[in-house]
């Protein structure tokens, strides 16, 4: 397999230590995402995300989903529950390999996990040193009751990956459509993880949501579609903003892969604190629809009735984390600039990304021009999400889309009232053209799609 990212065998790196204060300041301010349950002192590790935020993980959800389902003829898609009884687990190995090695230190008495700790002897909150515990497995699923009778009957579990429910539902789905080898099961949704230090704002929580992909393929052809998937999805990025200097394609090291796997692949983000993960692709074999079969006792398998044989489909698995990417994409498109003596801060979102498309912005408050200005944005949502903003100076709504992401902005003015015209103003390039009304829908669409 050919690497995309010619910097993948570089030191870990961290990009500008001061971007993530920025980030995280800037999306409280503007009303991407808020400490969850702030009034009551907030609940560790959960976030909500704002108006603007939702905006911004729906379009990045929107762009996953047009790119691994609508435009293709071989993906089709799912939506499986977020509950599941043991067996499930049971079978995909998570309820007795789901775990991380937890330890506690005796001195301030918090727990971290062993394998994510710079010094293993050494507790990075109180400092000292020889005072963790031993080691034990700690498993990450949250587990609740399905039921009025809390029993063992009634456990169940809330899923910890969106995979198992396309892995279940295989049959299902070529049982009810004309899908066959090669093809592809897509799904976005919550899962779950009791992390043990969750961390890193809205990177890793306990709650986040996934966009993943189980790709079923001939045993001879595993090879062959991992490769693919691997150009495929980290190209999905650089096509939707993301600066290659800032984003590689690693392949894991043999010591890394999962026991199920014969390779898999990161493509990792350049975070202020270093290179991490936004989505893994896998080459997961046939281990999770054996398992499955072996204890569901359904045949998980495919019949080539061509040349009248059966085989267990091989599967290469794309998984990535919206909210990360989400963020990642953040991340990537904050800028600042010197303008007219003054510090401009503007999100240079990829159109598809940005929260509003455009933004409509009278001169002024008065009737004349608040009236047809209120028209004009009325009509552009039926085709764009679109901001409108009458308050304060026409500088300072410009520079607040700026820090929005939102790519136009479109100013009606006192001119507008004689020439039937407005004036477009270009986020990246501050440029302003003037546009007659008509025309103004068809000179949006052109540069945003």
Known sequence: MSDPSPESDAPVERSDPELFDKIVNLTKRRGFVYPSAEIYGGFRSTYDYGPLGV????????????????????????????LSPPAVWEASGHLSNFTDPLVDCTNCKNRFRLDKLEDPEQCPSCGQRGTFTEPRQF???????????????????????????????????????????????????????????????????????????????????????????????????????????????????????????????????????????????????????????????EKLEWYDQAANERWTPHVIEPAAGATRTAMAFLMAAYDEEEVRGETRVVLRFHPTIAPYKVAVLPLSKKPELSGPANELASELRKRFMCDYDETQSIGRRYRRQDELGTPFCVTYDFDSLEDSAVTVRDRDSMEQQRIPLEGVAAYLAERLH
């Open 55 to 82: 905006l911004l993980l729906r379009n990045v959800k929107d762009a996953w989903w047009r790119s691994m389902v609508q435009e293709r003829g071989d993906v089709v898609g799912l939506d499986a529950s977020i």
């Open 139 to 297: 498993n990450l699923m949250f587990e609740t009751q399905a039921g009025p009778v809390k029993d063992a009957s009634a456990t169940a579990y809330l899923r910890p990956e969106t995979a198992q429910g396309m892995f279940i539902n295989f049959k299902n789905v070529i049982d009810t459509t004309r899908v066959r080898p090669p093809f592809g099961i897509a799904q976005i949704g919550k899962s779950f993880r009791n992390e043990i230090t969750p961390g890193q704002f809205v990177f890793r929580t306990r709650e986040f949501e996934q966009m993943e992909m189980e790709y079923f393929c001939h045993p001879d052809d595993a090879q062959k579609y991992y490769e693919y998937w691997c150009e495929h999805r980290y190209r999905w990025y650089i096509d939707h903003g993301m600066p290659e200097d800032r984003l590689r394609l690693r392949p894991h090291d043999d010591d890394e892969l999962s026991h199920y796997s014969s390779g898999t692949s990161d493509v990792e983000y350049l975070f202020p604190w270093g290179w991490d993960e936004l989505e893994g692709i896998a080459n997961r074999g046939d281990f999770d629809l054996r398992q499955h079969a072996e204890h569901s006792g």
